[in-house]
């Protein structure tokens, strides 16, 4: 089973320039996200798993690949306790 993301349906977000302005409705909190932080959103928000947000950004950034996924873990983690993201898990089609 694979994990992906989706936004919580609460949030918006709006890419500007290299930054990201998050407005989470229900609580009133906005969040300003940098360049990389705003990408990980986008791709989390497409429904990318972990490993393929990590793949786009190794494409997209100069990240060290080393530290790459751990990064992205802590970041998503923390995303999910600000009640922007969620956890979707995917059923897979094989046995």
Same mark, same amino acid.
């Given at each position: 089973m694979?994990t992906?993301?989706k936004?919580?349906a609460?949030?918006?977000?709006?890419?500007?320039? =290299?930054?990201?302005v998050?407005?989470?409705?229900?609580?009133g909190d906005?969040?300003?996200l940098n360049?990389?932080?705003a990408?990980?959103l986008?791709?989390?928000?497409?429904g990318?798993s972990?490993?393929?947000?990590?793949?786009? /950004?190794a494409?997209?950034f100069e990240?060290?690949?080393? =530290? /790459?996924?751990?990064?992205?873990?802590?970041f998503?983690?923390?995303?999910e306790e /600000?009640?922007? /993201?969620?956890?979707?898990?995917a059923?897979?089609?094989?046995?």
């Amino acid at each position: 089973m694979t994990t992906s993301f989706k936004v919580a349906a609460d949030v918006r977000y709006r890419v500007i320039g =290299d930054e990201a302005v998050v407005v989470r409705q229900l609580e009133g909190d906005v969040l300003v996200l940098n360049e990389v932080a705003a990408r990980v959103l986008q791709l989390a928000g497409e429904g990318l798993s972990q490993a393929e947000i990590c793949g786009r /950004l190794a494409g997209e950034f100069e990240a060290p690949e080393a =530290d /790459l996924p751990r990064d992205v873990e802590r970041f998503l983690a923390e995303l999910e306790e /600000l009640a922007v /993201l969620e956890r979707v898990a995917a059923e897979g089609n094989g046995p």
